[in-house]
């Protein structure tokens, strides 16, 4: 795992537009950031508990906008042609992919969690906030396991997994999974119960690219600039 690490992040750096995504991952941690707190803020106002806003979905945009570049990486002849592929295509993104995913929601969850201790009112809306981010984050993580070997097919699926999950997100409260009381017990059973989905979003993502590394990569799941070098 370290070592997948390590050379993920190594890799990372030589990723075609590593400038730009860098720069487009600050912007959008710090969209991520202020949702996760207007969120709870507005939801302890209106009273409401469940008032979603994409906080959690802006965090795991920056994980991948991360891992964009070392797909880029990943699709270039010195990588095909290495003997190191089957790992730069499988376990390193999947290790990649954890830790940046787990990276983000734990970061929301603390800024969740801070914000409702001034809105307590709002326990129940961070919760299923935090829930509703796992998914979206093990969604994204499975997508990503598939779409730069079958573009057109994963994408496809991605957005209806993606639209089907955010719409009932938006009317459910998580009774029945979660003690939703206002309690901090179901905030911290939220919490834990994120970290067991993406990491299980993770060894999806990790058994799917298996099956699929020796396709080809696909040029559609790559930029324009960059398929125009390939």
């Known amino acids: 795992m370290i070592n997948n690490l390590k050379l993920g992040f190594k890799m990372m750096k030589y990723g075609h537009a590593a400038k730009l995504t860098y720069i487009a991952s600050a912007v959008l941690l710090v969209i991520g950031i202020f949702f996760c707190i207007l969120s709870c803020i507005v939801g302890g106002m209106t009273g ?17 906008f991360l891992l964009q570049m ?23 993104p999947a290790a990649m992919s954890v830790t940046l995913m787990m990276a983000g929601y734990l970061f929301s969850a603390v800024i969740l969690g801070i914000t409702c201790l001034f809105h307590p009112e709002a326990i129940d809306s961070a919760a299923m906030q935090l829930i509703a981010a796992a998914i ?21 699926l991605f ?72």
């Open 48 to 64: 409401e508990h469940n008032f979603p806003l994409p906080g959690g979905y802006f965090m795991s945009l920056v994980a991948m």
């Open 70 to 92: 070392l797909s880029t990486v990943n699709a270039v002849n010195l990588v095909q042609t290495s003997p190191q592929k089957r790992r730069l295509q499988t376990s390193v």
């Open 136 to 156: 979206l984050s093990g969604i994204v993580m499975v997508y990503y396991g598939a779409c730069y070997k079958y573009f057109y097919t994963s994408t496809i």
């Open 159 to 230: 957005f209806i997994a993606f639209f089907f999950i955010y719409d009932f997100s938006s009317n459910w409260v998580p009774a029945g999974i979660l003690p939703a009381d206002g309690t901090w017990a179901g905030w911290v059973l939220a919490l834990v119960l994120g970290v067991v989905i993406i990491l299980a979003g993770g060894f999806l993502q990790y058994l799917i690219s298996l099956a699929v590394y020796k396709a080809p990569v696909s040029k559609m799941a790559l930029g324009a600039k960059l398929r125009a070098e390939m």
